[in-house]
């Protein structure tokens, strides 16, 4: 399961998502988003998931690297699921089990709410941390809150904490699955016994984690102080960003589609409300 996390990977390439401003993919990100939770009803979900099909397509990044990358959710999808299924009682009885009746509302509603946490865990994925470097996507974030600056608002300090935890998580994974093999080499188990069992059996695991997750944040801290730095004040960026024609045509599409989902979930009767 831990092999399965991918959040912070960068995968390099040169794909037309690659090549987009990293600010117009946040800003379309945060839209994707906020759409996911205007939706209603089957045209729209529909809408969205070929719009995140084609989006990966478009990425060249491999479609089971995706759905491997959601199995850590899965547990939360399955919970998620039955509430929905058992707590929603609008439309028709299909049966009853015992005093709880499970209606045709609960199902579909069920249905769409699996379906939009998939999209929204795979859609944030694929359109900044899988196409977006740590640097470029901090840079980015930088300067869409650059506004902020004027209320003495820590902008770079932000944008800087993020990337240091993206930049980490990978590396953080693969340093509890060292940790995990060194204790099963001692004879621990991980995946046998109940769930108090399993989960006092992580104590030997996150204790180290957390030791050398203090000493890597010390290292770095003592790195950037003999670097002689002080936040973002009178720092210049490699690369300054410039909207392109490319940039211009991504955010036109993405804002007519978008757009055209807002409008049939509010306008079409054929679906439900959740």
């Not at 003495?152 to 993020?162: R, T």
């Given at each position: ?93 299909l ?8 209606t ?33 996507l ?10 902020l ?66 000493r ?28 392109s ?30």
């Amino acid at each position: 399961m831990i092999k399965d996390v991918s959040l912070g990977q960068y995968f390099p390439g040169n794909s037309v998502i690659h090549r987009l401003d990293p600010r117009i993919k946040i800003i379309l990100t945060m839209t994707f988003i906020v759409v996911l939770f205007i939706c209603r009803g089957f045209i729209p979900y529909a809408i969205m998931t070929v719009f995140l099909f084609s989006v990966i397509f478009a990425t060249k990044i491999n479609i089971r690297l995706i759905f491997k990358s959601l199995k850590p959710i899965l547990i939360l999808l399955i919970f998620t699921a039955v509430l929905n299924i058992f707590y929603t009682k609008s439309g028709t009885v299909l049966f009853s089990i015992g005093t709880i009746d499970i209606t045709t509302g609960g199902v579909l509603t069920a249905v769409f709410m699996t379906v939009r946490i998939v999209l929204l865990v795979a859609g944030t994925f694929v359109m900044l941390t899988y196409t977006t470097s740590p640097i470029m996507l901090t840079d980015g974030l930088e300067s869409l809150l650059s506004p902020l600056k004027k209320i003495k608002f820590p902008v770079h300090e932000l944008s800087m904490m993020m990337s240091i935890a993206l930049r980490f998580i990978p590396t953080l994974i693969e340093e509890t699955e060292k940790i995990m093999s060194a204790q099963k080499s001692r004879g621990a188990s991980f995946e046998t016994g109940s769930l108090i069992q399993r989960a006092k059996a992580l104590v030997p695991v996150l204790v180290p984690l957390f030791i050398n997750a203090f000493r890597r944040a010390e290292d770095l801290a003592l790195a950037m102080e003999c670097r002689c730095y002080r936040g973002g004040e009178n720092r210049v960026r490699m690369r300054v960003f410039k909207l392109s024609s490319l940039d211009i045509s991504a955010l036109c599409i993405s804002i007519i589609i978008f757009t055209s989902v807002i409008i049939i979930s509010y306008t079409s009767s054929f679906g439900v409300v959740i």
